[in-house]
């Protein structure tokens, strides 16, 4: 069960798609930061909000469930997504 609504999650992958757009490398710990703002500011209930972690993020991006990530740009050798996802153990 994911942590994000529909719509946060939406954002999120919108957020992957335009960093790589730009040419940046996005790294797990933007992917996690993301998150956790969204996270926050979609909290209206009791206590602390949830929160994502890196496990989080990466079993987020393992999810068959989700849209393709950005992938390879005509453009650029390599998307800075897949390299780094490419460094990262899962």
């Given at each position: 069960?994911?942590?994000l609504?529909?719509?946060?999650?939406?954002?999120?992958?919108?957020?992957?798609?335009?960093?790589?757009?730009?040419?940046?490398?996005?790294?797990?710990?933007?992917i996690?930061?993301?998150?956790?703002?969204?996270?926050?500011?979609?909290?209206?209930g009791?206590?602390?909000?949830?929160s994502?972690?890196?496990?989080?993020?990466?079993?987020?991006?393992?999810?068959?469930?989700?849209?393709?990530?950005?992938?390879?740009?005509?453009?650029?050798?390599?998307?800075?997504?897949?390299?780094?996802?490419?460094?990262?153990?899962?």
């Amino acid at each position: 069960m994911s942590k994000l609504t529909e719509a946060q999650e939406g954002a999120l992958y919108d957020y992957i798609a335009r960093l790589d757009e730009l040419g940046v490398c996005v790294r797990l710990s933007m992917i996690v930061s993301c998150a956790n703002y969204l996270l926050q500011r979609g909290h209206d209930g009791p206590g602390p909000p949830p929160s994502a972690d890196s496990r989080w993020a990466k079993n987020w991006l393992k999810r068959p469930d989700k849209p393709p990530l950005p992938t390879l740009q005509p453009s650029r050798p390599q998307s800075p997504v897949a390299i780094a996802l490419s460094d990262t153990d899962f």
